[in-house]
């Protein structure tokens, strides 16, 4: 071919037709420019078609983390609210000392004791070029700002934790409540809530305590009363926080299923 080009150039020098060869030769540059665009063009489309089949990998990837990640944060609230029910039983049994139930006492008295903390999954989409990939603006900032909001929850937590450890279990301590707390926790069996295996149900024998034990005098400790208040607190504060954290998921994956669906 070029050399079919080469021939009609010289032939139209040698026959002094400079005029028609200069039109030919725009016309041929035009031609070779087009080609080229025309390549560049079929590689961009095929580079992007590799793109969108990347960011649809990534997306199906992030909506089955986020998906768990609600999973885990749903079951992380619940377990607050399960405690906030138990600090108002033991408030009941404080104010109502004459009709405490020994058995649901010291179920309250453990539930107060568990330690919800969120741990999402964590992946490595923000701070990489495959943030890039994603198109949806809104999903781009939602993802770029999840670490910190799930750092505002879990400081929360880490609270509690210290809490727990420094202030709730000394106190259950003193007031020697533990073992039947324990006891009345394992004796019929007991399955967590956060548990993998939702169907196991472990039993233990521990035994009440044989010491002398006075529940109405556990009810009148003023430090209990304040614990119990200070955890009601504590966690109506996190789970506000959480379920500010719980609509974010919830948006993501809304945005993300449209996109997947594109």
Partial sequence: ???????IRQKMLTESKFRKYLLYAIGEIILVVIGILIALSINNWNEKQKELAKEQLILKQLNSEYQSNLNQLDQKILMRNEALEACNNVLNHIDNPNSIKEDEFYQSLWILFRDPTFDPIKNDIVGSENLRLINNDTLVRFLSNWSSEVFQVQELELEYQKFRT?????????????????NNLWKDGYTPTEALDKESKKKFTIKPTKKSLNLNKILEDVELEGIVSQVITHHQVTNIQSQTLRMRIINMLEIIEREIKK
């Fill in 1 to 7: 071919m070029m050399k079919f080009f080469k021939k």
């Fill in 166 to 182: 420094e202030i709730l279990l000394p106190c259950y301590l003193r007031l020697g409540v533990s073992r039947n707390v324990n």
